[in-house]
C-alpha cells in the first residue's frame, strides 16, 4: 500500500504574513493526520518563518525549484543545500509552468533531478501534455519522452527519493479536470513505463500524485482509482479549509 502524498504548490502567491497565516490555520486543521504524507511549498521568501511554524507536526516543507549546483555565479537561482538549510525534506521539479515559461528542457531536467536526488531532498518530478498533444493522441508519447528523458541514468534506489506528479496542462489553472479514468489511465501508463525502466518493485512503491484543478469535490472520487496515489494540489492549497478538505478525502 503506497501512502498518499499530497502537496499544496502555492506558486507565486502569498506575502510572508499570509504564509504565516494559512500555515497556522493549517496545523490545526490537520492536525493528527499521519496516514498521507502533507506538504507544503510556499514561494521562497517564505520558506524560513513557515518551516519555523511546522516544526515538530505532520506538515513537511518543499521548494517550488531548485538548480543543479551548490553555489555560485547564478544570479536568481536557489540550491538544493539552500531549501535544506531552511528545513526543506522536498521540491518540486519540472513544473509544466516551469517547461513553459523559463524552457526548462527534459536534458535540464534529468541534470536536476541527478544533482538534487543526490544531496538529499525528495523530488516530485511533473510529467503532463497539453491540450494540443492530448487532441492529438500523443498523450502516450509525451509522458513516454519526458519519463525516459527525464529519469535517465537514475538507479531504482536513487527514485525511492522521487514522486512523480502527473499534471495534465490542460487542466491546471482552467477548471477542467481530467476524470477518474483519464487520470487513471495516464497513472497507470506511467506506473508501467516505470516498470520497464526501473523493474516492478520500484514501479509498485513509487507515489504517483494527480495535479491539474483538485478540489474538495473531486479529490475523493480521483483518489479512490488504484494508481493515483496523492495529489499536487494548486489554487486549493491556497485556502487552509479546502486542502485540509482534498487531505481528509485521502484518509
Known sequence: ??????????????????????????????????????????????????????KGTNIQLGGQNCYLK??????????????????CQWTIIGHSERRQYFNETDSLLNQKLKYVVETGLKIMFCVGETLDEREGNQTESV?????????????ADQLKSVVIAYEPVWAIGTGKNA??????????????????????????????????????????????????????VGGASLKADS???????CL
Open 143 to 155: 509522458l513516454r519522452r519526458q519519463i525516459i528523458e527525464g529519469l535517465r541514468d537514475l538507479t
Open 70 to 87: 551548490e553555489s555560485g555565479a547564478y544570479t536568481g537561482e536557489i540550491a538544493p543545500q539552500m531549501l535544506l538549510d531552511v528545513g
Open 1 to 54: 500500500m503506497i501512502k498518499p502524498v499530497i502537496a499544496g504548490n502555492w506558486k507565486m502567491n502569498k506575502k510572508v504574513n499570509e504564509a504565516i497565516e494559512l500555515v497556522k490555520n493549517l496545523k490545526t486543521l490537520v492536525e493528527g493526520i499521519n496516514q498521507v504524507d502533507i506538504i507544503v511549498c510556499p514561494p521562497f521568501t517564505s520558506l524560513y518563518p513557515v518551516s519555523e511554524i511546522i
Open 179 to 232: 476524470t477518474k479514468e483519464q487520470a487513471q489511465e495516464a497513472h497507470a501508463f506511467i506506473r508501467s513505463l516505470i516498470e520497464r525502466e526501473f523493474g516492478k518493485s520500484t514501479a509498485e512503491n513509487i507515489p504517483i500524485q494527480y495535479g491539474g484543478s483538485v478540489k474538495p469535490e473531486n479529490a475523493q472520487e480521483l483518489i479512490s482509482q488504484p494508481d493515483v496515489n496523492g495529489f499536487l
Open 243 to 249: 486542502f485540509a478538505q482534498i487531505i481528509k478525502a
